[in-house]
């Protein structure tokens, strides 16, 4: 393979890699390896430890799906807690949205956020937001000891074997739980179903000792080893599954003698010129899960 | 790049590579480059003009859904017709369904069943099931001249760049439209949205102009360009987006006053011990796109 090719291998036996026009950056933190290519196919991509993290061109699938799905589920989210997500593409979602009074984000990695400021336009506007405040630090301890109280909490790690792994642990969510206020909801990255479905199984079981609510649900990422990402939700009272705001524009919103579902429909009307990814139906669909999926969840 | 790695470029910037462990034919036919390979993580691959076809891990994906989604969108289905799909594996899919009472595959590459029956083991039992006819031609003549009429029509070609070229034009889709029955329903493999969605929104204009209901639906395809494959389904008379047994459980199934859609639900329970991909909310959930993809196809 020519030097100007990135390769991530998810599998020994696999490999997802594009061609690079240049190398921009190339470092080792206290925490990880951090690099930056400019990509034909990709625009500006980060990797952290070999592995594909924020892409220019696609992002916005993970990113609005991971912010979008909790915020438009709960009925008014003034406070929110990031724990990762450097390259402040979850802050920047969840600024767009006018009930956020507070947004925390708590990164471990000083040298992630100073690449990301150096190389994606929206994160220098975003960490300058005067809602935004940046913590550099560790979220384990951070959502151990801080008397806030967050309506969402987003879980924006990298994969589970680094120094992401402590935020993949029963303890953390615990301690999220506590935090989190009484409609609170969080959301987190849990890798691929594809891939690998025994270890998202196990995470969405932790989740329902933990929470009343739980699901699974998945998104596009071309940019990620299989190209379908899951994420986990869990939720104190509101289920994110029937939450969205017009279902399928035919078909009526509620079971008869259900309650109505609250639709934050004019929340959503806000965004939309600014989604690419989400819209309410995608919202419901992404709960829907392939049947070999499902049944590796709901067994 | 070691010699036994397969690489896909879907774009000059990127790639999908697979580790095989066993070359286990390489031939050329009068049509294409033929490959099939023994590999790690995705068993038999079959690769047809340096692209993948066929992967024995995850080909359920793609096949269940670019034959039961049409399938149990139909009333009653009794005589198919699949163009290309030499490996089988939609013909598999089809007889599955009890009111199938004929099949017939218009494969033009004699080599790929060759390869096929050799390699995959659903092959011969499919292609000797009585219901089965399989003709070794050219698809566009024969949809031209046969005065035989379908209830489906399953367009499971290669890519439009090669053999399959025709498969993609308009002249081919009024022939489909002429041999389907007053219900007939045709889908068709139209590439990932991702990458090639400004084909895929003429492609479905195109049926548009041909069929008074036409969709573009998705499937998750690890083994596939951006893993996100795009199918195409036109219909005389039933929309397939509406007519999924059950869509959500816990949501009615039809607007007030609207007519009752027709279930098929007995036809699904027959099928679904056998299912891995499929069940009736993935079919409603797979024609959710996302907003990008959706203003690509709608605008």
Redesign the interface.
Known sequence: ?SEN?F?EYP?????????YTEALARERSAFQKIEVFR????GIVLCLDDAVMVTER?EF?YHEMIIHVPMLTHPNPKRVLVVGGGDAGALREIVKHSSVEKAVQVEIDQKVVDMCRKYYGWVNPTYDNPKVELIIGDAIEYVKTTNERFDVVIVDSSDPIGPAEGLFREPFYRDVHRILTDDGIVSSQLG?P??HHPQIGKLISMYRKIFPIAHLY?T???EY????WGLGIASKRVDPA?RAPA??P???????G?APLPPNIERYRELAPR?????P??H??AF?????V?KSIDG
């Open positions: 393979m090719w390769c599998t020994p036996g696999s490999g997802f890699q594009f061609r990509s034909e196919d990709f696609n699938a691929s594809f891939l998945t596009y990422t071309p080893p299989s190209g379908m029937l279902v399928f035919r078909q009526s919103n509620a079971k008869k259900a989604l690419k990814y989400y819209n139906q995608v419901t669909a829907i899960l392939p049947e070999y499902r």
